[in-house]
């Protein structure tokens, strides 16, 4: 029987847990929602000795930079059907251009932010990995509705900037294709059909809710954390081409519009 370890079953991961248990999976996680101890070595050994296939949707480490992950366990990881969900902030600022997975990485250009990740993102390539870039990921309870409702909304004067996204149903909808399919190790990004500004979908949330949207603000104005305003710093359009070619994967939701559609 297929057996999945998963490595922190956030938000993402329970999506991804939940559509392969309908599919007759067994899966395992580490992380406050599963029952292995990330910490006790020997119940992780025994976990991954059950384990045909391993996932890991753990970030690197705020402070250290490195991969808990890989840290930890990197040794026993060797040789085995890997999966890593990553982000597509490993491509750092493109003023705007289409990005896709032969664009170098901030760790081959030396430049942009987030390097933690870019390394963490190559070190899974390096041991073999199925590797998911994900742009802004959004989905139940997760929005920009529930932001709009909650008046957390915002709205920031930046002229041309422009981001991708995908729906939580679609990044699962991607890595069980890769998982079922036994796809070949490299990287993969999953992300909608439709970039687009922040300012537009916070437009078209305000007008399903029929709220007014909130006022434009510039960076300065808004008050943004260090996270907040490092997001912004970054403009990119992320092509999916290679997740359809090679995964056979067609989001569900293939623009914010229905994204919000069907969230309402």
């Not at 890595?175 to 993969?188: E, F, I, N, Q």
């Not at 006022?215 to 104005?221: G, I, N, P, R, S």
């Not at 990119?236 to 070619?245: E, P, S, Y």
């Amino acid at each position: 029987m297929a057996h999945l370890l998963i490595f922190g079953l956030g938000y993402t991961a329970k999506r991804i847990a939940a559509s392969l248990k309908t599919l007759g999976w067994s899966v395992e996680a580490t992380g406050s929602a599963g029952a292995v101890d990330f910490a006790d070595a020997q119940a992780v050994h025994a976990a991954l000795e059950r384990a045909t296939h391993v996932l890991s949707s753990v970030p690197p480490d705020r402070a250290s930079g490195d991969d808990p992950v890989l840290s930890a366990y990197g040794e026993a990881l060797r040789d085995r059907a890997l999966f890593y969900l990553s982000s597509t902030g490993v491509y750092g600022d493109q003023q705007g251009a289409w990005v896709d997975e032969a664009t170098p990485t901030v760790v081959e250009t030396g430049a942009g932010r987030r390097n933690a990740r870019a390394e963490a993102d190559a070190a899974w390539i390096e041991l073999g990995a199925r590797v998911f870039r994900l742009p802004g990921i959004y989905g139940p309870g997760r929005s920009t509705l529930d932001r709009v409702k909650t008046g957390k909304a915002r709205r920031i004067d930046l002229p041309g900037q422009v981001f991708s996204r995908v729906h939580v149903d679609d990044i699962a909808s991607g890595v069980v294709a890769a998982l079922t399919r036994d796809a070949p190790s490299g990287a993969y990004n999953l992300g909608d059909d439709l970039p687009a500004s922040g300012n537009a979908v916070t437009e078209h949330a305000c007008a399903l809710l029929g709220l007014e949207p909130p006022k434009l603000e510039t960076l300065e104005e808004a008050s943004l954390s260090e996270m907040a305003r490092g997001f912004y710093s970054e403009n990119r359009r992320v092509a999916n081409g290679k997740a359809k070619r090679v995964l056979d994967w067609r989001p569900k939701l293939p623009t914010y519009i229905e994204g919000l559609a069907d969230l309402l």
